[in-house]
């Protein structure tokens, strides 16, 4: 056997292992994107980048050693990403070729899968215009225009965006440690984009624009149908929420990551944080004022909002503001009205769905609250979670002055309490509804605002791992999109939970944690991705925040942790 061991030359070749145990062979240095292309159409979705040896790399990244590779296609997190993010850079180039005096915002998303777009300043975009963008987009989607990355010296870099007038992205540079940047060039345009791209605008076929007050929606497809764009839903509570949030960023002079990194390095970050928790404190008031001027007829507040949304803190705030109007609140656990175990509804896969409307008994809820409405004594369930049945549990009587608080995912659903009359209820939607964005064109996703709350949240509080956590995520987010998003609007209020500053106050927190997570685990991929969003960040210590902060519900030492206003 010695004789077969021997020093060699590369051969030409180099040979690609599938995740699904098939072998590719191609040249060697061939780009990742032209080896799979072999592959392409026995995959459901459009093949935007890969999982090369445990790291997620972009189409045009090259094999030079023998690798294995899973594909990453529009059906899954990190492609749609890849997608969203790369028709960004279509559309600010699309839209720079045609308005060069004009300057576009990607501001936010909206749930059915697009962004809403508005210009700086006080311009704005005509139908005729917008029609033109559409029609320029596609067209550069039609020429199949390579999207090809650069690293240019962060000197460079800080030149040109001068030269543009992007102020936003100078002062958001000027705080980066590294000495290069990595832009991204689309014929003439180029930009600075927070992660991966396509490798040409073929790619990106899929998507729309349509008029919206204030701006448009570049609107594209959502994972479960990746060639698809889903119909168009009117969200105005939703965009008066973010216009609010807007001018929140105004009266703190941040509208950028770059400016709030001024701040700290200014030592303004403690003014930043008491404006911004004031801020919270008044739309809390607000919300308790509406809700006691109603106070005759709404005898149930439903407060609903996704995962690590601040909903019990939240809560809580308002339950000091309503006893501030003499209204008495009394808590009603949701999760009490589990049904029995053996009747809970079952997903796809045949495992419980505990997040399925059905899993309540409605019908006892509907009959319980009515009774405790009336004044009526009444008995209230407790779940055994442990073996799954229903008890009975404590014996309740309101008094006049008492409003029931009721907190869970499917409180914005109409099915939830269907046998009580409207006007009987106050329905609160709670979330990170927006966050500050790195610049004009890079947004923060409120997603991994919520992810990277729960991290810190779960570790300190629960004993989870990180690992844990972001493995669970999707399975929460899957929850999320069904049983949350789609009832938004039926809100009478919104609340976003976004504060300006809160990303760099979970940052030294969070990154010990995320590099907890194992090198080559598939968590690892999102692990990297995060650290370089934190990346961006200033950090800023604790001693600032406030001890009722809606941050604090993650973060720790909450006065509200034990706060029970209510008298049974």
Same mark, same amino acid.
């Given at each position: 056997m010695k004789e077969l061991i021997k020093f060699d030359a590369l051969s030409k070749s180099v040979f690609v292992t599938l995740d699904d145990g098939r072998v590719i062979s191609a040249p060697r240095g061939e780009p990742i994107g032209n080896i799979l292309a072999i592959a392409a159409?026995?995959?459901?979705?459009?093949?935007?980048?890969?999982?090369?040896?445990?790291?997620?790399?972009?189409?045009?990244?090259?094999?030079?050693?023998?690798?294995?590779?899973?594909?990453?296609? @529009?059906?899954?997190?990190?492609?749609?990403?890849?997608?969203?993010?790369?028709?960004? @850079?279509?559309?600010?180039?699309?839209?720079?070729?045609?308005?060069?005096?004009?300057?576009?915002?990607?501001?936010?998303?909206?749930?059915?899968? #697009?962004?809403?777009?508005?210009?700086?300043?006080d311009d704005r975009i005509s139908v005729a215009q917008l029609d033109a963008l559409e029609e320029k987009m596609r067209q550069l989607v039609e020429e199949?225009? &390579?999207? &090809?990355?650069?690293?240019?010296?962060?000197?460079?870099?800080?030149?040109?965006?001068?030269?543009?007038?992007?102020?936003?992205?100078?002062?958001?540079?000027?705080?980066?440690?590294?000495?290069?940047?990595?832009?991204?060039?689309? #014929?003439?345009?180029?930009?600075?984009?927070?992660?991966?791209?396509?490798?040409?605008?073929?790619?990106?076929?899929?998507f729309a624009l349509e008029p919206a007050e204030g701006g448009f929606t570049l609107r594209f497809p959502r994972r479960q149908s990746p060639e698809e764009i889903s119909p168009l839903h009117n969200y105005p509570k939703l965009l008066a929420t973010f216009r609010q949030y807007g001018d929140w960023l105004e009266l703190l002079g941040i509208d950028s990551v770059g400016a709030l990194n001024d701040s700290i390095?200014?030592?303004?970050?403690?003014?930043?944080?008491?404006?911004?928790?004031?801020?919270?404190?008044?739309?809390?008031?607000?919300?308790?004022?509406?809700?006691?001027?109603?106070?005759?007829?709404?005898?149930?507040?439903?407060?609903?909002?996704?995962?690590?949304?601040?909903?019990?803190?939240?809560?809580?705030?308002?339950?000091?503001?309503?006893?501030?109007?003499?209204?008495?609140?009394?808590?009603?656990?949701?999760?009490?009205?589990?049904?029995?175990?053996?009747?809970?509804?079952?997903?796809?896969?045949?495992?419980?769905?505990?997040?399925?409307?059905?899993?309540?008994?409605?019908?006892?809820?509907?009959?319980?609250?009515?009774?405790?409405?009336?004044?009526?004594?009444?008995?209230?369930?407790?779940?055994?979670?442990?073996?799954?049945?229903?008890?009975?549990g404590e014996t309740v009587q309101l008094r006049k002055d008492q409003i029931i608080i009721l907190e869970g995912i499917h409180g914005l659903n109409p099915l939830l309490l269907e046998e009580l009359p409207q006007e009987t209820t106050f329905r609160i939607y709670i979330s990170a509804l927006t966050q500050l964005n790195l610049d004009r064109h890079n947004r923060v996703s409120t997603t991994d605002t919520r992810l990277l709350r729960r991290i810190v949240r779960d570790a300190r509080n629960r004993g989870y791992s990180p690992q844990d956590t972001i493995s669970r995520w999707e399975s929460v987010r899957r929850g999320e999109k069904d049983n949350i998003f789609p009832y938004q609007e039926n809100a009478d209020v919104m609340f976003n939970s976004a504060l300006v500053y809160e990303l760099a106050a979970l940052k030294p927190l969070a990154e010990p944690l995320l590099r907890q997570v194992p090198l080559g685990t598939p968590e690892h991929i999102e692990v990297k991705r995060l650290l370089a969003l934190l990346e961006w960040f200033l950090p800023v210590g604790t001693e600032f925040i406030p001890d009722n902060s809606l941050l604090r519900e993650f973060i720790g030492e909450s006065n509200l942790r034990d706060f029970r206003p209510w008298k049974r």
């Open positions: 159409d026995q995959y459901d979705a459009q093949i935007v980048g890969a999982i090369v040896n445990g790291y997620l790399r972009e189409l045009s990244y090259p094999i030079i050693y023998e690798a294995t590779v899973s594909p990453v296609t @529009m059906g899954s997190p990190d492609g749609m990403r890849i997608y969203r993010r790369s028709l960004i @850079m279509l559309l600010e180039t699309a839209f720079f070729m045609l308005y060069p005096e004009m300057t576009i915002v990607i501001d936010h998303s909206v749930s059915f899968g #697009g962004y809403f777009c508005r210009m700086e300043g199949d225009i &390579e999207i &090809e990355r650069k690293e240019v010296s962060l000197a460079e870099a800080i030149d040109y965006f001068e030269s543009m007038g992007h102020e936003d992205k100078v002062r958001l540079l000027s705080h980066r440690k590294k000495d290069y940047l990595r832009m991204y060039y689309l #014929g003439e345009h180029r930009d600075y984009h927070h992660g991966y791209m396509v490798p040409s605008t073929g790619y990106l076929k899929w390095i200014d030592g303004r970050i403690r003014e930043v944080i008491l404006v911004s928790e004031a801020l919270h404190d008044l739309h809390i008031a607000k919300i308790a004022e509406e809700i006691a001027a109603r106070k005759e007829n709404v005898r149930v507040v439903l407060i609903a909002g996704p995962s690590s949304s601040g909903k019990t803190t939240s809560s809580r705030r308002l339950s000091v503001q309503l006893l501030a109007h003499g209204l008495q609140p009394f808590p009603l656990e949701m999760d009490n009205y589990f049904v029995d175990r053996d009747k809970n509804p079952r997903d796809a896969e045949g495992n419980f769905d505990f997040e399925h409307i059905d899993a309540l008994d409605r019908k006892r809820l509907n009959h319980d609250i009515r009774q405790l409405i009336a004044g009526e004594v009444v008995q209230l369930p407790k779940f055994d979670f442990i073996l799954g049945i229903s008890k009975p």
